[in-house]
């Protein structure tokens, strides 16, 4: 077990984390000495319940956590509404400017509203009444880790990680931000700069990790670091925590993995591309998130495109679309293939070949040793 405040408190052997929305690439990690953190914003209770179990047989009894996004401002929060109520306060121009872009791409718009529904579980989820449930069916499992995007934790992560002794951890992008988690009770920080694919800040890591561990270095808190954004290598990871932070967050460098779910169009995309791919957008869930550039980020990006909805209206505008995409693209269709796209941080840059995710955590602690004997001979020096 590596020395890391990180390692003693999740009990494992290297400090890497990987958030995945893929089983698979979970359980990989876990057993290869990481910690799989599996993404179950999309799901029931239910369907949360059968991924648990999967993982559960499969992670060789290596811990693993959850991941939920609750965050503390979205459009409708507190309000009860069915997933028909959602989708009626839609507006039209949007609607129409989602359909006109597949259209553009000779991508069939027809089954778009009637595919809306599907999204509905991600709006419920986010309502601390949704998280409740996917909370209770995730602690039937021993779970070693609960994390949350967007916000302070509701109570009710914060009640029950503490009554069933499990961290809860928590995204930020601002030091401010960091402070106030800090205070509500927050165990780890995952400190995610702006290069992270997915929802993120605009402050680089190499910026925000050192901001935030003098900050809780200021106030005396002891609270432990995960750097994330961009990070998909070993010497990336030893940077990190050089810089104070007592571990890595790691989401992109698993999506082009043997294992992961990610479509294999795209996949090859992210293999192809450079830094310089990626696209920081409101447009997929009305907040800034960043994604691998395609035709389809392009056109919310220009002029005269519509000004994205709050969240998580955005998401019944823009998932039915990329879903039959998707689902296309991979049938060959050339105008979904352009059309193709999906989260992916800056970091896709140094992702060139695909491996598995047990090979990926290797070569981490690999370049990770080589990186900190550089730094070991130049002071030595």
């Known amino acids: 077990m590596m020395n890391s405040p990180i390692c003693e408190m999740l009990d494992i052997e290297f400090p890497l984390l990987a958030f995945s929305h893929c089983r698979d690439v979970v359980a990989a990690v876990s057993k290869a000495g990481g910690m799989g953190v599996f993404g179950a914003v999309n799901l029931s209770p239910d ?9 559960d047989k499969n992670c060789g009894g290596k811990p693993y956590g959850i991941d939920l996004i609750v965050p503390n401002k979205f459009e409708g929060k507190g309000e009860k509404r069915t997933a028909s109520d959602i989708a009626a306060a839609l507006p039209e121009q949007h609607k129409a400017f989602a359909a006109h872009i597949l259209e553009d791409h000779d991508v069939d718009a027809s089954g778009l509203d009637e595919s809306r ?17 996917s909370l209770e069916a995730a602690f039937e499992y021993p779970i ?40 509500a009770g927050v165990d780890i920080l995952v400190v995610a700069g702006g290069e992270a694919g997915g929802h993120c800040g605009e402050v680089s ?25 961009g990070i998909t290598t070993g010497e990336q990871m030893a940077a990190a925590m050089a810089m104070g932070a007592a571990g890595a967050w790691c989401g992109s460098v698993w999506l082009t993995t043997a294992e992961a779910e ?9 293999l192809a591309a450079t830094s310089r791919d990626t696209v920081r957008s409101r447009s997929r869930t009305g907040k800034p998130s960043r994604q691998l550039r395609s035709p389809w980020t392009d056109a919310w990006e220009a002029e005269d495109a519509p000004k994205p909805l709050p969240m998580p209206l955005q998401s019944l505008i823009s998932e039915p679309a990329l879903r039959q995409i998707d689902k296309l693209s ?11 796209t999906y989260w992916v941080g800056q970091g896709v840059g140094l992702m060139n070949q695909s491996m598995s995710a047990g090979d990926v955590v290797q070569q981490f602690k690999e370049e990770f040793a080589a990186a900190y004997e550089r730094l070991a001979g130049a002071i030595g020096g």
């Open 47 to 55: 369907r949360l319940r059968e991924e648990l179990d999967w993982i």
């Open 117 to 133: 529904g599907i999204s509905s579980n991600f709006a419920n989820n986010m309502q601390a009444e949704g998280a409740a449930s």
């Open 144 to 183: 070693k880790l609960v994390a949350n995007a967007l916000g302070v934790p509701p109570p009710i992560m914060l009640e029950l990680g503490k009554k069933h002794g499990v961290p809860v951890a928590a995204l930020v992008g601002a030091k401010e931000h960091a402070i106030a988690q800090v205070h």
């Open 205 to 229: 890591t190499m910026v925000l990790v050192p901001e935030i561990a003098r900050g809780l270095e200021a106030i005396g808190a002891n609270t432990p670091i995960l750097a994330a954004g």
């Open 262 to 270: 990610t479509n294999p169009v795209v996949k090859e995309k992210m």
């Open 330 to 340: 991979q049938g060959g269709h050339e105008g979904a293939k352009s059309l193709a």
